[in-house]
C-alpha cells in the first residue's frame, strides 16, 4: 500500500533476516517507532526465543496520537526522571503528543476550602507568580491530619524545557496548555487582560482573544514558556 502524505514521517519498513535487522524509514521519528516495534517483538518472543524472519511497513493513521495530562496534585512529587518515564511508556504505544496543564485552578484537598492554583512551571514574564498548593495528609502512625505547603518539582527544579526536549528525542510533542477558567486563574493575577469581561468590565471566566492586550499577554506567557 502506498504511504498516505501525512504519514510519510510516521513510516518505517523492518526486515528482520536471519541475525540481521534492518529498520528503514524517511525521517528520525520513523525509525523511533521501528524500534519500538522490534522492542514488542522482543518481549513478546521471549529472551531465548528465536525471532522469526518478517518484513514489516507500518505508519500511523493518524498524525496526531496522545493524551492529556490534566492537572493533578499528585504531579508535585514527580521528578524529571519519572515525567521522563511517562514519555518512554507514552513512545512504547507510538504516542507522539502529550497535553500538559502547566497552570489550572483545581478544588481544595485542604482545611480553607479554597481553590488551589496550580502551577507545575516558573514563568518569567510573571515571576511573582507561586504555586499555593497544600497537601492534606493522613498519618495512621500519629492518627492526625496533616497540611504541608508543596511547590512542584518541576516548578522547583524548572525542569520543563529539559523534559520536552527529552520528549522529542523519544518522538513525541509536548504541548503546553493553560487554564482559562475562572476569570484566567491562575494566572489572571499577573496578567488581567486575559480575563473575559462584561459589559460593566467585570471579570468573567475564560478570555477574549478578540481583545488585543489579551493576545499580546498570552504571547507573552507561551513565549516564556517556549
Known sequence: AEVPAASQDDF????????????????????????????DIFRACGDDAEIPNCRIR??????????VIEPDLSYNYMHLDEWSALVDRAAAQKLNTLVVELAAQIPSRNSTKKPVNLLLTPF???????????????????????????????FQDDF?????????????????????????????????????????????????LASAKARTDWEKIHGSII
Open 124 to 154: 518569567p514574564e510573571a515571576e511573582e507568580l507561586l504555586p499555593q498548593n497544600i497537601i492534606r495528609w493522613y498519618s495512621p502512625k500519629d492518627d492526625s491530619w496533616n497540611e504541608d505547603a508543596v511547590a512542584p518539582a518541576m
Open 58 to 67: 507500518d505508519w500511523g493513521t493518524l498524525p496526531r496520537r496522545g493524551l
Open 160 to 208: 520543563f524545557g529539559e523534559w520536552a526536549k527529552y520528549a522529542t528525542e523519544r518522538g513525541a510533542l509536548i504541548i503546553p496548555s493553560l487554564s482559562v477558567y475562572a476569570n484566567g486563574a491562575p494566572l489572571a493575577p499577573a496578567f488581567p487582560n486575559i480575563a473575559s469581561q462584561d459589559k460593566a468590565g467585570k471579570a468573567q471566566p475564560g478570555t477574549c
Open 12 to 39: 518505517y519498513e523492518m526486515l528482520i533476516m536471519d541475525n540481521h535487522v534492518t529498520i528503514s524509514a524517511t525521517a528520525q521519528v520513523g525509525a523511533i517507532w521501528g524500534t519500538q516495534t522490534f522492542a
